[in-house]
């Protein structure tokens, strides 16, 4: 499996973007797509995860609300909607698959087996 995220930039505090990740190869329906995020000079953290099989969403109490994580009608591709978006919000931005994740791992990077490369979101106030 090879994950490519797309759809960063820069937007103003406020604004609203769209992150896109499509995976290449199959994505078996016990697989969670998650998306983390790392700003400078800090640890890359959980920002939200979707379960293939069912939808399930989970969310970062600091992204709920303003950020949705959704499966595309395309297999295979998943999106991150983010609104409300705040100047702490700027890092970049992974996403990642992993499989058998149960739900309190979910937060874990270290369960995703498959990451894209990352996409730059900037945040200006």
């Known amino acids: 499996v090879q994950l490519q995220a797309s759809g960063g930039g820069l937007v103003q505090a406020e604004g609203s973007l769209r992150l896109s990740c499509a995976a290449s190869?199959?994505?078996?329906?016990?697989?969670?797509s998650g998306w983390f995020r790392q700003a400078p000079g800090k640890v890359r953290e959980f920002v939200a995860a979707?379960?293939?099989?069912?939808?399930?969403?989970y969310y970062a109490d600091s992204v709920r609300g303003r950020f949705t994580i959704s499966r595309g009608n395309a297999k295979n591709t998943m999106y991150l909607q983010m609104t409300s978006l705040k100047p702490e919000d700027t890092a970049v931005y992974y996403c990642?698959?992993?499989?058998?994740?149960?739900?309190?791992?979910?937060?874990?990077?270290?369960?995703?087996?498959?990451w894209g490369q990352g996409t730059q979101v900037t945040v200006s106030s």
């Open positions: 990642a698959a992993g499989a058998g994740i149960i739900t309190s791992a979910l937060m874990s990077d270290s369960q995703y087996d498959y």
């Open positions: 190869g199959r994505i078996f329906g016990s697989y969670t």
């Open positions: 979707i379960r293939w099989s069912g939808g399930s969403t």
